[in-house]
């Protein structure tokens, strides 16, 4: 659903083991369930577990990015922000103006939401399960979702007796086996390094393990522009709004790298826009 990014993907995506990492509170969650929408909005199925947030909070995103997409006023005064649409208590002191554009941000969402589906999981949540709640998806629906995972240093050690970087590496490689046996489309988010907060994406970054830059088929890095560069600040990066972020294949299996994609981000509204 970005077209510069489909591009660079050679025409979207495909079979196989995508990550996608960046520094903490930058955006990557919200990135990917926007990707997550906008296959929904194609008909696609999409697995999502969700090891961190709660399915309300995900979807009171989405129902938010939609006010946004649709505000044509000014100021954008109709838009509302996640906590706009999830505090009940507010609703009553909207303008009639704004209670309608909610309610058709939510029948817009309505429309596609039938295709998301939601696993709510924490630090226990184990591979098994996820493997268990994926051939549940396609045993009940007769559909190969794709699958979403966020993320993956939350995922449940494989063995207590192995360090974090063997239990990730042990976790990233089932995941790429997970997709070949299935032929499923797996996008997994990953957190970075904080040594590598300041500096410009590269492999890296990927935190604690060398499995993922090894058995990913897609790695891509999302960074604030001008990372790495002298002068550069994360905080006042984070600061911005719309926040000017790039992102950067840094290995693709089967297409040229390419040139970073820009990208700017409105996080009040979870909404990422190219160019």
Known sequence: GFPALDRALDGGLYDGFYVLGAISSLGKTAFCMQIADQLAQQGRDVLIFSLEMTAFELMARSVSRETFLADATPRKSLSKTVRGVLDGKRYPHYPPAEVTHLAEAKQRYGSYAMHLWF?????????????????????????????????????????????????????????????????????????????????????????????????????????????????????????????????????????????????????????????
């Open 119 to 275: 696993r709510e999981g924490d630090h226990e949540t184990s591979l098994d399960f996820l493997r268990a709640e994926v051939a549940r998806h396609i045993r009940e629906t007769g559909t190969r979702p794709v699958v979403l995972i966020d993320y993956l240093q939350i995922i449940a050690p494989v063995d207590v007796h192995f360090t974090d970087k063997q239990n990730l590496d042990r976790i990233v490689c089932s995941l790429k086996k997970l997709s070949r046996e299935q032929e499923l489309t797996i996008l997994a988010i990953s957190s970075f390094n904080r040594e590598n907060y300041n500096m410009e994406v590269s492999m890296s970054a990927f935190k604690e393990s060398g499995g993922i830059d090894y058995s990913a088929d897609v790695l891509i890095g999302l960074q604030a522009k001008g990372a790495g560069k002298p002068g550069f600040n994360i905080d006042e990066a984070k600061r911005a709004d719309p926040r000017e972020l790039e992102l950067r294949i840094l290995k693709n299996r089967s297409a040229a790298l390419g040139q970073p994609i820009s990208l700017r981000y409105y996080p009040a509204f979870s909404c990422f826009m190219e160019g």
